[in-house]
């Protein structure tokens, strides 16, 4: 499912979004392009958020990449690298990645997953989905208010 970000309040870069969902409890990072400016952005943002999340909160967020964002460029796999490695070693919670289910999205759930797994925190679990609503649903299973299904 194919959410429309262009709606969202906090319109970042041409392609680049930041959403809050759930009372403020998880953030959306949409991203529709696969320009370096782009990708800037959306490192600069997530990394401003990591820094200031509170600490009493579970950091949840998405990062959801559309067709055209998804291309993983060796400038895009560098710059989410210094991201995932960057993120402060204190936080606690859940990432979720999806990416829309296009042709080779098996294999490039499997690299990111396994990405994911050596870069960030040991705190910070990490998802990737091919479905919006799925990857939504995993983060609001670790909201405060609500039992955690494992």
Known sequence: ??????????ALVNGVYRQVSDAGA?????VRVKARRATNRWGQMVMQDAETWPDD??????HYFTE????QT?????AATRMART?????QGRMAVVIEDIPLAHMART??????????????????????DEGLAWLQ??????????
Do not use: C, H
Not at 26 to 30: L, Q, S
Not at 57 to 62: S, V, W
Not at 141 to 150: F, H, K, N
């Open 1 to 10: 499912m194919v959410k429309d970000l262009e709606d969202s309040p906090e």
């Open 26 to 30: 998880i953030v959306v990072y949409g």
């Open 57 to 62: 909160a579970p950091y949840l967020t998405m």
């Open 68 to 71: 055209g964002a998804v291309e």
């Open 74 to 78: 060796p400038y895009n796999r560098a």
């Open 87 to 91: 993120i402060p070693r204190s936080l």
């Open 111 to 132: 690299f990111t997953g396994y990405m994911l797994g050596l870069l960030l925190p040991r705190g910070v679990q990490s998802a990737v989905f091919t479905d919006y």
């Open 141 to 150: 299973e670790a909201l405060p208010d609500s039992p955690v299904l494992r």
